[in-house]
């Protein structure tokens, strides 16, 4: 971790710290193992690992993904991140990974700083590469979901997994925030945006709020299973998130 990211994230824990919800616990992570949970706040980002940094959102989807697909570390794995404490687990963990980032200024399949940049609306990477895809907080950042989703499920081979989390409500039905019209973000709801590891606090569009029709989206792009595990919702000082789990 750099000295910059130190700075960033003590700012960050100070300027989200609320006193009232302030705990710490020890847990058995399922990143790094034994370790303190901290909360800051009453939310998924406000609740971290002390030893990882992983915030309450990557805490449950590695428990998550433990329970779903235990014998991930063997597997032929492509995350689409190459940043946070998730993927440096999974670099120690997994030797055969494949992993991307999207810059918007790079050539899909062209590399910058020895990551490659992948569009997750047109992958470069051929049909039935991989058993697992995984992706944390991504999804609703794609203008074209569907086009994603039929790409992931393009890159997995037989028997292969999905397994992302992306924001989910309670509502039924995803809301469509905003779209890409000739080439243009076209707003429909009042600008949302998400910080992002690379690009900084706020910087990226938020396209849609989705529902819990997510499981139907994936199918619909092919997947023959499409579930949602929330069994670590709220495992970790009452923060965490859903996970989706779509198999091929
Ligand atoms: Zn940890």
Do not use: N, W
């Not at 697992?132 to 979901?145: C, G, Q």
């Not at 989910?168 to 973000?185: F, L, Q, Y």
Request: glycine share 8%; hydrophobic share 40%; aromatic share 10%.
């Amino acid at each position: 971790m750099s000295l910059q990211e130190i700075i960033y994230r003590f700012r960050y824990a100070l300027s989200i710290a609320e006193l009232s919800a302030l705990a710490l616990r020890p847990f058995a992570c399922p990143l790094c193992g034994p370790s303190l949970l901290l909360r800051l706040a009453r939310d998924s980002i406000g609740v971290r690992c002390l030893r990882c940094g992983a915030s309450a959102i990557t805490l449950s989807f590695a428990a998550a993904l433990a329970a779903e697909r235990p014998g991930y570390r063997r597997e032929r794995v492509y995350e689409l991140s190459s940043r946070g404490p998730l993927f440096e687990l999974f670099r120690r963990q997994i030797p055969d990974l494949t992993y991307s980032e999207y810059f918007d200024d790079v050539a899909p399949g062209a590399s910058r700083g020895g990551v490659q940049c992948q569009d997750v609306q047109r992958l470069t990477h051929a049909d039935a590469s991989f058993d697992l895809v995984t992706s944390t907080e991504v999804f609703e950042h794609v203008a074209d979901d569907r086009r994603g989703f039929s790409e992931i499920r393009r890159v997995l081979r037989p028997g292969g997994a999905f397994i992302f989390t992306v924001p989910i409500t309670d509502a039924e039905r995803t809301v469509e925030r905003a779209v890409m019209s000739e080439g243009k973000v076209q707003h429909l709801l009042p600008a949302e945006y998400h910080d992002d590891r690379i690009r900084g606090r706020g910087a990226v569009l938020v396209f849609r709020d989705y529902g819990r029709d997510i499981v139907g989206r994936l199918r619909a792009a092919g997947f023959g299973e499409a579930r949602i595990d929330s069994r670590f919702e709220r495992a970790f000082l009452g923060a965490g998130c859903l996970v989706v789990v779509a198999r091929v």
